[in-house]
Structures are given as C-alpha cells and as structure tokens.
C-alpha cells in the first residue's frame, strides 16, 4: 500500500511540474491573432477585412424590429407616427417617455463615432498595403470616406448637431471635451464631402459588391439632408432656440431662410435630370398593361432585388433576417408558413384611407371634429355592408380571389391591394384560397403579444 501511495504522489508531482513549465510556456507565447497596425495594412487581404469591418458601423435600417443585433436596431419606423407596431421592444421607449441620456435604449453614438475613427485608421493607412490591385486604392479610399461622412451624417439626423471629427484621428486614451458644431456647420460640411465623394465612387457596383456605396447614393443622401434642413424642423424652428453652446451662440438656426427650399429642390432636380440623362443608372420599373393593373409592376420595388429604382439597399444575409422581414409585416411565421402567426408593422386607417378608388378619386377628403371621415360621395366609397367582390391580386398565378368584402374595400386603386392587407384577405401562402382574419378574436389576431393592433398589414414584401 506504502509503494502504491509512493507512486501517485510521484505522478503527481510529475504532473505538476509539467503542467507549471507548460503554462510558463503558454503563457509566454505572443497570441497568433495579435497584430499590429502595420501589419495589418501590410496584406491586401487585411486591409480589405479592415475596410469591410468598418461597414459594420452604419446602422441595419432594415432591423425596425430591433433584434439584429439586439442594441442596434432601426427604431425610427415603430417609434413614428406612421404605422402601429405589435411588438413592444427598445423603440417603445422613444414613445412613453422613459428614453433619456443615460438610459438610451438603443445607442448609436458609440458605435458611428467608432466608425468614424476605424474609417480615418484606414484612410491614413491604406497607402502603406503594397499588394493593392490597379484601382483599388482610390476605390477603397473612396468607399471609406463615405463610410466616414455617412456616421456624421446618421450621428446628425438622430441627434442634430454633432461634434465633427471629420478625419481626426483622436487618441482614444484622451480625454475630450468638446462643444457640438452648429446645425449649419455640420450640414455644410457633411453635403460638401458627400457631394466630393459621390464622383470619386461609381455609378454602380459589379454584381460581386453590390450594396456597396455609389454615386447615386451619395448624391441622393446630400439631397435628402438638404431637404431636411430647409423643413420647419430645422429652417427656424423656435422650439430648438434655447439649444446654445457656452458662448451664446446658437446650435440651430433661428430664423427662417426661403432660399433653402431652393437649394433642396435644386439637388433633387439634378439627381432625376441625371437619372434621365443615363448618368445614374436608376430608372422606374416598367410592366405589362396587365401587370401594372394589378399591382405588381408596383410591388416589385419592394420585393424585386437590385432592381433599376433602388439607390441604396440592403440585403443582409444574416440566418433570421427572413425571420425580420415576417416579424415586421406578419402574419408570420407559425402554421401553413405565413398563416396563424403574428405582426407587428401594421398599417394606420389614416394610411388606408389615402389611397384613392379605381376610378382616380380620393374617397376621404378630410375628418370631422369627432375624427369621422369626411366620404366623397361622387367617389363611391362606402363604410357600410359586405358584397362578393373578386380581389385584383398582385399575384398573377392567384388570378383574384372571391370573397365576401367590406364594401369600404372594394373598387380600390392597385397600389391599395399590393400594400394593405385587410381582415379577410389572402397572403401567399401555400393554400391560395385561405383567407386570413386578423380581426381581434380571429385565427391571426390578438395574441399575448406581437399581434396585429390596426386590423391592418403592410403587404410590400415577400
């Protein structure tokens, strides 16, 4: 037993030993996946990752459920007035009032100004990659200024004047204090290097890139900010004309100036003056007389991938983006693979009521005091009675589908049928002639949550 007991504790020992000079060892060791800046700008194939990481910092608009990743979402489509939402996820914080500096919900500040430094990183570094392919320098160079300027311009349309680092590289062991650029300043300057940029990118991307930024999207952004600037939000708007830094001096602007209109309209004008002169590749999707009587020339804006209007898009290949497309229009995703579920992007009566009849009139032409509709009679729009009536899908293998209708549904222009889904109505699916009944005690409607609280669906998506 003595010899036994000798030998264990000798083993042990051993073991011991081995395993501290083995440690000693590991721990001596420089990790493989530490690298310096210059090394990673030494190989073509880390500057490209180095680039495409840096994409990762523009915000996933297509995530309006805000669960790809879960902190960094698109809340701004639930949070609006514009639509309903089922769901109850972080934008239900921008609506009840609890959002505040230091419980954000959703932060975006961090992640665009950390964008804007690995873009200024790569800026200042990737003329030192002598690997580099003809052309690629100024093409990437070009991709990550507008990376760059498009963090400023999100940090701006979110949270209005911003600090403008521009291409500073600060050290992040500093400590920095410093006043936001005014309104006017930080607009200048982010149209100006949109504007620079667009005519250092192309007018379109290889089938390989696609999605990667264009002269189009440059140019359309600058556009849109523009027009932004020149609306009641921005253009002297009294509400912001306490907004002062220490000195005094006002953040936004406070009074009105016409002649932004101008400006706007002027880079509106010229983005479609350029799309008609072949020098932007976007032109509007055409369609059969059939095909456009139903709809779906329509719908395929929507649905149809890279197509001609698209400017800037998005198709994320993350395994539940699909999951996020359902989730936002529903009724998705349980039973006969769109049927019985739930939903949570769900479309106003006030948007339903915009749409105008087949035969061009608009049936609500204002509300009473009550908020009921004031109804075009000579439109032939009624909120009254049920009638057979064959549904002018946007689905040509569909070939309608008879049903009995609220009568408020019938007659409706094209558009109407390929972007509102009604109680009653039909989604693709793979039982053509199953009606779907969103209303509160229906198969599709209330539920514990996410549940379809307008009686309506967005239809403009697969």
Known sequence: MKIMKSKILFYIAVGLAFLTVSCDSYLDKEPDDMQTIEGVFAKRSTTEQYLANAYAYLPEQYDAVCIVPP???????????????????????????????????????????????ETNVFLEHVGECKELEDGELEAWTAEARYINVMCHYWLAMIYGPIVLVKNEIIDVNSTIYRERDSWEDCVKWICDELEAVAYELPPTQGDTYKGKP?????????????????????????????????????????????????????AAKNFIDMCEDGSLPHQLLTGSDEENAKGKTYKRVFIEAWNSELIDAEFPGANNTYYVYLLEQGPAPNGDRFLNGHATNCATQFQVDAYAMENGRYPITGYN????????????????????????????????????????????????????????????????????????YGTDGSNSSDYNRTGYLIRDRP
């Open 369 to 440: 005091n009550d908020g009921s509709p004031v109804i075009d009679e000579e439109s032939g729009y009624t909120e009254s009675g049920f009638s057979t009536f064959t549904v002018p899908t946007f689905d040509l293998d569909y070939k309608g589908f008879t049903s009995e209708m609220f009568n408020m549904y019938k007659n409706r222009e094209p558009r109407f049928y390929a972007s509102i889904f009604y109680n009653e109505g039909v989604w693709p699916n793979t039982v053509t002639d199953k009606p779907v009944y969103i209303n509160k």
């Open 71 to 117: 902190m960094y979402g698109w809340p701004f489509v639930p949070a609006s007035d514009e639509a309903e939402w089922g769901a109850v996820r972080v934008y239900a914080f921008m609506q009840n009032g609890t959002l505040s500096a230091s419980n954000p919900s959703l932060n975006f500040w961090t992640p665009l100004y950390r964008g804007i430094r």
């Open 214 to 266: 264009t002269r189009g999207a440059a140019l359309a952004y600058r556009s849109r900010l523009l027009l932004y600037t020149a609306s009641p939000l921005f253009n002297g708007n009294a509400y912001f004309s306490s907004v002062k830094k220490k000195d005094g001096t006002a953040l936004f602007p406070t009074t009105k100036d016409p002649e932004k209109w101008r400006v706007a309209a002027n």
